[in-house]
T-cell receptor
Framework: SQTIHQWPATLVQPVGSPLSLECTVE??????LYWYRQAAGRGLQLLFY??????ISSEVPQNLSASRPQDRQFILSSKKLLLSDSGFYLC?????????FGPGTRLLVL | QKEVEQDPGPLSVPEGAIVSLNCTYS??????FMWYRQYSRKGPELLMY????GNKEDGRFTAQVDKSSKYISLFIRDSQPSDSATYLC????????????FGQGTRLTINP
């Protein structure tokens, strides 16, 4: 069966510091991968998605970037965090249509 | 106008009640419809997945899609306190690397 991991689970970072969130998927090959952000009391905002190694599509221009160095690894990064980057970051994978989510990373920027 | 509209609630019902959660949408190209359940501080968990119009039942959960009205519903029978969560509808126009469009989510509380 497939499993998706995200780490860290919780992160508190100062404004202006860098960020690296990691997502890995087990039990499947060549999945589509997604990064979402969920602000408190709001829906899911798609940030990036990837259909293969090195292929990244950005949905919202912002302070973040994504990379896919390996087939089942997806990384979300920032060079300098802003207060507005606080939120719940979710990674998801799919093969056909339905997306399956990871446990999420809660980021607080102070 | 948002592509997908979902009443954020909160919705509070007594244990054992039938719960009805709904979403409306504007894009007639949507063919795949999903319901996710999200417990506090957790990732969304897929509950139901339906294609085109019709009903799908899984235990106490029933998903309905009415494409002519652009309206989808999730019914929960014999609701339990463990059903207390936020329920998100999602939909897409196709499979593959299709972007899902999510509703805002409805926060549901089942009172013992």
């Amino acid at each position: 069966s497939q499993t998706i991991h995200q780490w860290p689970a919780t992160l508190v970072q100062p404004v202006g510091s860098p960020l690296s969130l990691e997502c890995t998927v087990e039990g499947t090959s060549n999945p589509n991968l997604y990064w979402y952000r969920q602000a408190a009391g709001r829906g899911l905002q798609l940030l990036f998605y990837s259909v293969g190694i090195g292929q990244i599509s950005s949905e919202v221009p912002q302070n973040l970037s994504a990379s896919r160095p390996q087939d089942r690894q997806f990384i979300l990064s920032s060079k300098k965090l802003l207060l507005s980057d606080s939120g719940f970051y979710l990674c998801a994978w799919s093969i056909e249509g339905t997306q399956y989510f990871g446990p999420g990373t809660r980021l607080l920027v102070l | 106008q948002k592509e997908v509209e979902q009443d954020p609630g909160p919705l509070s019902v007594p244990e054992g009640a039938i719960v009805s959660l709904n979403c409306t949408y504007s894009n007639s190209a949507f063919q795949y419809f999903m319901w996710y359940r999200q417990y506090s501080r957790k990732g969304p968990e897929l509950l139901m997945y339906t294609y085109s119009s019709g009903n799908k039942e899984d235990g106490r959960f029933t998903a309905q899609v009415d494409k002519s009205s652009k309206y989808i519903s999730l019914f929960i029978r014999d609701s339990q306190p463990s059903d207390s969560a936020t329920y998100l509808c999602a939909m897409s126009a196709g499979q593959g690397a299709q972007k899902l469009v999510f509703g805002q989510g409805t926060r549901l509380t089942i009172n013992p």
